[in-house]
């Protein structure tokens, strides 16, 4: 369980963000792998779309909040990550469908992506840090 000092309704959505590139790096990684593998169908990893909801749910959903310490933990309104076979794949004539070029540029822009919140996540830090050493 997270220290409450250091938790913040921004670090954690930073937090499950960075935990969603990483698992697409990882993916990406076995993909490529297994670009002479016959039959290896690509996977993607999906996490964007419940994390926006997460950070801006819509007016008809309702989220638990906590009012006390003493409540119990609500956990994390976001889910893991889900990994999934890429769909609407060109398959070649020994049935893998991996794309060294796509998963190449996917690569390139999820470190790009991940370096960004690495960043932010430092500076959001350094902002507690201040605070804390009223500096």
Do not use: C, W
Not at 5 to 26: E, F, K, P, Y
Not at 33 to 57: H, I, M
Not at 90 to 100: A, E, F, Q
């Amino acid at each position: 369980m997270p220290d409450p000092i250091l938790s913040s309704r921004t670090l954690d959505v930073l937090q499950n963000a960075m935990r969603g590139l990483s698992l697409r790096q990882q993916v990406i990684g076995q993909n490529m792998a297994n670009v002479d593998t016959p039959g290896y169908k690509a996977a993607t990893v999906s996490f964007e779309n419940e994390l926006k909801r997460a950070v801006d749910p819509s007016p008809s959903e309702l989220r638990l909040v906590s009012t006390d310490a003493a409540h119990m933990d609500l956990g994390s309104s976001i889910t893991d990550p889900q990994v999934a076979e890429r769909p609407n794949l060109t398959l070649r004539n020994d049935g893998n469908s991996v794309d060294v070029d796509k998963e190449m540029v996917d690569l390139a822009e999820t470190s790009l992506r991940f370096q960004s919140l690495a960043q932010l996540a430092s500076k959001e830090l350094a902002s507690l840090r201040a605070a804390i050493t009223e500096r």
